[in-house]
């Protein structure tokens, strides 16, 4: 598995999680399978945005409208850890779930990619998925 995205929107990613050091920024990815052609940025509305995540459900919404109207799909998400770790935390494996939707994740001055894999009724494991920018 792999995610193609191109060096605008790379660099995109990364200023817009510099420009927010302490909270986590996030948004939503379009695009075809393994590849995200469309960068949409979501209000974080999570109660503790320094550690956590949630996509502003209107964005959602209207992300999966304008999506299908121009041939896309919502492939992922994309969030910030202004912790630095690159790897899913704990929170999000808690509720990531197996449907085939991409998690991005930036942090330290990079991005990592990463597809859930549920494991019974605990907290979801994630395999990583290279990123190819071009
Ligand atoms: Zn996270």
Known sequence: M????SSGDRQFLLDAAAAAPDAEVCGLLLGQLGRAETLVPARNVARDPARSFE??????????????SAGQRVIG?????????PEPSARDAARASENGQIWLIVAAGGLTAWAPHSQGAGPAQFQPVAIEVA
């Open 2 to 5: 792999k995610l193609q995205i």
């Open 55 to 68: 996509i502003d459900p209107a964005t959602l919404l209207a992300a999966h409208r304008d999506a299908r």
């Open 77 to 85: 998400h994309w969030h910030s850890h202004p912790n630095g770790r």
